[in-house]
């Protein structure tokens, strides 16, 4: 029995990666300019060697293919969560995050991108040993302390 073309291994680990890759650094360069006006042949060949790159090297394309289920997972629940809060605060205008959670949301997202980072690449447990093991926990809890008394101090103050 023959497998599906969107689920075999080629598809998943060079294709998609590959296009994924090309499709950003085109955009890049078209976006900025950096080469300049009308050289879309040469964001196109610089796009296609970068991406032609990615493939050749597993690593890095190990990398790519584990981070985007998790932009996949994370869009779907800011979407959710977006959807859940117009609905509660009937905002019609479409400006429904305001700055407070704008830096909610980038430190939440930031976090989480950093953590998921760490895991897929193996040094969540050198990092995690590091901060809350021996020496470095009681350093970590004393500056994580420090921030959020600095934190209540400055929310107190501002109002």
């Known amino acids: 029995m023959t497998e599906p073309l969107f689920i ?9 990666p590959f296009v994924l890759v090309f499709t950003l650094i085109f955009a890049i360069l078209q976006k900025t300019k950096l080469l300049g006006d009308d050289v879309k042949q040469i964001n196109a060949i610089i796009g296609l ?20 289920p998790f932009l996949a997972v994370v869009a779907v629940i800011l979407l959710v969560f977006m959807l859940l809060y117009g609905f509660a605060t009937g905002a019609k205008d479409g400006n429904i995050v305001g700055d407070w959670w704008k ?15 760490l895991v897929i690449s ?38």
């Open 8 to 16: 075999s291994p080629f598809f998943l680990d060079f294709i998609l």
């Open 49 to 68: 060697t970068v991406g032609l790159m990615l493939i050749a090297f597993p690593p890095a394309r190990a990398l790519i293919v584990l981070l985007m």
């Open 103 to 117: 830096v909610a949301f980038g430190f939440i997202i930031s976090v989480a991108l950093v953590s998921y980072f």
């Open 122 to 159: 193996g040094y969540w447990d050198f990092v995690w040993n590091l901060l809350f093991q021996g020496g470095g926990g009681v350093i970590f809890t004393t500056i994580l302390m420090a921030i959020v008394i600095i934190g209540a101090i400055v929310a107190v103050v501002r109002g």
